[in-house]
């Protein structure tokens, strides 16, 4: 069954409805001159009309400053001072929520007596008006890049085993306890060793940090097996960095088996990635590890894993790792 597509009136129908509605005649039988609905006659006589009075030629002004309205439904953020103060409150820090999650949340607490999509807030940010706040976002791509095709398969790690012999309950997020751990390390004009370990749960998002004097294979895995104390983990997977050469040594300690990704192959580990990024938005590009304290680090964890997530329902990291035995952390918020 082929679904109608309605049409709009033109200004020779609206005149037509004009004319005949002053004759008198009943909707259903200018909706049968017109070869129309009569919901379609009804619904325009019903919107267009001004002080109860049908007019064709305000008729059709009505109806185009409705539709250019509903181009520009974001603007109801401007005309709204509650909305716009919770929105640019909510982006700006120490909160860094994302148009996601400040949509879902909004439509999960109705009480609050206002909303604005996610579709609609994005417009908002990449307009004039909006763009001011862009640099709250902690991703500023609008198009994602392409993905480079891998290259000559290069072994540096010694015993690896690959991602393609990881459990499938790892790939599809189908039960927790599977982690993923990286680095991000310091500018090279800083000649700074010192990075930054990050770990991350796969299903509840849960992301752990802690700072290294450098990515020696050996220190580097112990600090790994410290962001793993707490966590009921299954398997880690990492990438193919020299650093992770000591990787049997976090077997040994944890128990936990550590998967590698194919080589120039990031996106295999993409949780940690993402958390990566989010990490930057509070220690950018050209940061000196050296410079940064622990405490500077888990302050930004706390907000990290303490706001609402899209992918978990708009709940926070925390509350889910607890929820489902990742994690014997307190519940924050």
Not at 6 to 23: F, P
Not at 130 to 153: I, V
Request: proline share 4%.
């Amino acid at each position: 069954m082929s679904r109608k597509i309605y049409i709009g009136l033109c200004s020779a129908e609206r005149s037509e409805i004009q004319i005949l509605k002053t004759k008198g005649y009943s909707l259903r039988k200018i909706a049968e001159v017109l070869g129309r609905s009569p919901n379609t006659i009804s619904r325009e006589i019903k919107v267009n009309s001004t002080s109860g009075e049908y007019i064709a030629i305000k008729a059709k002004a009505k109806s185009r400053v409705s539709r250019r309205s509903r181009r520009y439904q974001w603007q109801k953020i401007e005309h709204d001072n509650e909305l716009r103060s919770f929105v640019i409150a909510k982006l700006a820090p120490p909160n860094h929520w994302s148009p996601n999650e400040i949509s879902g949340y909004l439509g999960a607490h109705p009480e609050l007596g206002f909303y604005i999509s996610n579709k609609q807030l994005y417009a908002w940010l990449y307009s004039s008006r909006g763009q001011a706040h862009c640099d709250n976002l902690y991703s500023k791509r609008y198009h994602p890049k392409k993905r480079r095709a891998n290259k000559t398969e290069r072994v540096m790690i010694p015993d690896r085993t690959g991602i393609e012999q990881r459990p499938l309950a790892a790939l599809d997020r189908s039960e927790s306890g599977h982690g993923e751990y990286d680095s991000v390390v310091s500018s090279k004009r800083s000649g700074s060793t010192a990075a930054l370990a990050v770990l991350q749960e796969r299903t509840t998002r849960l992301v752990r940090a802690e700072l290294v004097a450098n990515l020696k294979p050996a220190g580097y895995a112990e600090t790994i097996v410290d962001l793993t104390s707490g966590l009921n983990l299954k398997t880690l997977t990492t990438d193919n960095g020299i650093e992770n050469k000591q990787h049997k040594e976090i077997t040994k300690n944890t128990g936990v088996h550590v998967f590698f990704t194919d080589p120039y192959s990031s996106w295999q580990k993409g949780g940690v990635e993402n958390a990566n990024k989010m990490l930057r938005r509070y220690f950018p590009k050209g940061t000196n590890f050296s410079t940064v304290s622990q405490q500077q680090v888990d302050s930004a964890l706390w907000t990290i894993n303490n706001k609402p997530r899209q992918s978990l329902g708009f709940k926070s990291a925390v509350k889910c790792a607890v929820f489902q035995g990742v994690s014997l952390e307190s519940v924050l918020i």
